[in-house]
């Protein structure tokens, strides 16, 4: 992937064709979130272009996703400065759940605390051999605060994430590959290149139809079953007002390979 003009101080941005990478760049802490890579990472997601299809985020260097939050920022908070924190990092991790496009979290070490409620904001985990995944953060006297009680419940069942949050215990890769935190393992060599290859994938098929069907699943998650499906026939219907749905059919039908242009 190409590095694009960085104008970020703890983010390094990429970009090859309609699909972009961010890699969160903060070697002295592991990455570890503080206010201001959290308002990085808000600026970048909500500037990502028209013509991005598919986003990676993974963590820059050998050793971290995200270690988790930066604690030496949490240390001496009061609880209205706690939530204040807490809020800001729900609201960046939920502008990233609600991206139109798909988000593929490469985890390529640590996913800790901030780090695994990230990854888990994001469509599709993928993660190295050398990845490690938790909730450590009653140890620390806290709870997690950017959603993490909230997604990784609907990820992994009711009874798992309580076992993982009350006893903070960190997990390897192939136990979250076990228990359905992360889609799939890699060795971390082949991280980078499978994440780049789903998320090419991803970019070249109908990108109207890829957001409809995001739309459609986050969305139906809490919804009674009638309305559920009520939403995605609507959403069904929808797609035939596209050009990519008329070219894609033309091209099944006439044994032709279809370049969608994201057109509506």
Not at 23 to 50: F, M, Q, R, T, W
Not at 63 to 74: H, P, R, T
Not at 209 to 230: F, H, L, Q
Not at 239 to 256: A, I, S, V, W
């Amino acid at each position: 992937m190409e590095q694009t003009t960085n104008e970020y101080q703890f983010l390094k941005t990429f970009v090859d064709g309609s699909v972009a990478m961010v890699a969160i760049s903060a070697p002295k802490s592991l990455n570890a979130l503080n206010s201001a890579i959290i308002g990085e990472l808000s600026h970048y997601v909500s500037h990502l272009g028209a013509d991005i299809r598919a986003l990676i985020i993974t963590g820059d260097g050998e050793k971290s996703f995200v270690a988790g939050a930066d604690i030496s920022e949490m240390a001496n908070l009061t609880s209205v400065e706690g939530e204040a924190f807490g809020r800001l990092g729900a609201g960046v991790f939920r502008e990233i759940e609600t991206l139109p496009i798909p988000v593929i979290a490469a985890v390529n070490g640590f996913a800790l605390g901030g780090g695994c409620e990230l990854a888990m904001a994001c469509d599709i985990r993928i993660a190295s051999t050398k990845a490690k995944f938790g909730q450590p953060e009653v140890g620390l006297g806290i709870i997690p605060g950017f959603s993490g009680t909230v997604r990784l419940a609907r990820i992994v069942g009711m009874g798992i994430a309580k076992e993982l949050i009350y006893t903070g215990k960190v997990i390897r890769a192939d136990e979250a590959l076990r228990i359905g935190l992360v889609n799939a393992v890699y060795e971390p060599e082949e991280l980078m290149n499978s994440a780049l290859e789903m998320a090419r994938k991803i970019a070249a098929n109908a990108p109207v139809a890829v957001r409809y069907a995001k739309t459609c699943i986050n969305n139906e998650w809490d919804m009674p079953a009638e309305s559920a499906i009520g939403f995605e026939t609507k959403y069904f219907g929808k797609c035939f007002d596209t050009e990519d749905q008329k070219e894609g059919m033309r091209g099944f039908l006439n044994k032709e390979k279809v370049e969608f242009k994201g057109r509506r």
